[in-house]
């Protein structure tokens, strides 16, 4: 009878215990809408009675008490929106960190230029929201420090970075993007995406006529860059979107009413 290896036995001893960790370094939470419980601070920034009615009038289904309850989010951070837009979750994030907290409002030329810059501006106009800052660069040439943030999020714009491009016409590099981001929270920080479910399997057709894209597809994109997605939550899926239409058609009767992923990715403690 042949004798194994007395190395080969080892790596078979070890290889159970291998794969456990494997399995339990890929392990994500499942966070029913249910189960989650919105924290004081976010409720009475959304609740705030001087928000604008427009912003009000998108809450029954964006859910932005719950989505930043999910994250985390807490008095004292200093976070970043990517893409903020008009400042939609800029306002709640300004009032839930609160005085000793900071939220940076970024956008690219092309998104201020497009459609933000004059509703942001009229947002923060006479210091309405003291604690928010702007900031303005191209999303994978991002200005922030290294371990300088508690949370980075990325709402309904992930889709946009594979169809749109730089001034120059070149690609944006995502891999970069989330390299940076990685780099600039600080260990244990949080990326918090949220975005349109596309047909499982489209990869990025849709990205641009339909403005979904496959969730599958971030998912690696962004676990590539060091992350751990540590949970998700049902929060905003709707199983009755055919995900099949675009997103601005039929707004007044559609909007903000596609299945959605929402995501919480941690740095690593000892990243």
């Known amino acids: 009878m042949k004798t194994i290896p007395t190395v080969f036995c080892a790596l078979l001893a070890l290889a159970p215990l291998a794969m456990g960790q494997k399995a339990k370094a890929q392990k994500v939470q499942l966070v029913k809408s249910a189960d989650i419980r919105v924290a004081d601070p976010i409720q009475k920034a959304v609740a705030a009675a001087d928000r604008p009615d427009r912003d009000q009038a998108r809450d ?121 981001i990685l780099a600039a929270l600080k260990p244990g920080g949080v990326y918090a995406i949220v975005d349109h479910h596309a047909e499982k399997g489209s990869g990025a057709r849709d990205v641009l006529s339909l403005h979904r894209v496959d969730a599958e597809m971030i998912r690696k994109e962004i676990l590539a860059a060091g992350f751990q997605l540590e949970a998700e939550t049902d929060l905003l899926t709707d199983p009755t979107d055919t995900r099949d239409w675009n997103i601005f058609a039929d707004q007044a009767a559609r909007r903000d009413q596609t299945d959605r992923f929402v995501w919480r990715f941690r740095k690593p403690s000892d990243g």
Do not use: C
């Open 60 to 180: 029954a289904h964006r859910k932005p008490a719950e989505v930043l309850s999910f994250y985390g989010l807490k008095p004292g951070m200093t976070v970043v929106e990517l893409m903020a837009g008009d400042g939609y979750y800029v306002e709640i994030l300004s009032r839930a960190v609160g005085e000793k907290g900071k939220v940076i409002a970024h956008n690219s030329e092309y998104v201020l230029k497009r459609f933000a810059e004059g509703p942001l501006s009229q947002r923060l106009a006479g210091d309405r929201l003291p604690n928010v800052e702007r900031a303005t660069s191209e999303v994978d040439a991002l200005p922030f420090a290294k371990n300088s943030l508690d949370m980075v999020i990325l709402n309904r714009f992930y889709h946009d970075l594979y169809w749109q491009k730089h001034p120059d016409g070149s690609e944006i590099d995502r891999a970069q993007m989330n390299r940076q």
